[in-house]
């Protein structure tokens, strides 16, 4: 049974930094790529940023500049730093690991407000 354990989520001001963290219960010779999505509910998940296991590195076109995506090999985890945080970057964010099939964490809810 994979577990992705998520952690690093909760309220900011605007302008504001957090940085979630995502530790996965499988081996890393087993993984593919590690990421983040987020989702309003009752809308569907979208991608944030995704590592692939090279190092190569993609981002959603809102975040770009401002998250950056960062993964330990060793930890089997990965990390999303979130700076100059917008009110429109609140919703629920979600681990994602890519193996023999996709895994999920549980989410994390992040809220940008004054």
């Known amino acids: 049974q994979v577990q992705l354990v998520e952690s690093g989520g909760g309220l900011v001001q605007p302008g504001g930094s957090l940085r979630l963290s995502c530790t996965a219960s499988?081996?890393?010779?087993?993984?593919?790529?590690m990421g983040w999505f987020r989702q309003t509910p009752g809308r569907q998940r979208d991608l944030v940023a995704i590592i692939t296991n090279s190092g190569n590195t993609n981002y959603a076109n809102s975040v770009k500049g401002r998250f950056t995506i960062s993964r330990d090999n060793a930890k089997n985890t990965v990390y999303l730093q979130m700076n100059s945080l917008k009110p429109e970057d609140t919703d629920i964010y979600y681990c994602?690991?890519?193996?023999?099939?996709?895994?999920w964490g549980q989410g994390t809810q992040v809220t940008v407000s004054s």
């Open positions: 499988i081996s890393a010779f087993r993984i593919n790529a």
């Open positions: 994602h690991v890519s193996s023999d099939r996709a895994y």
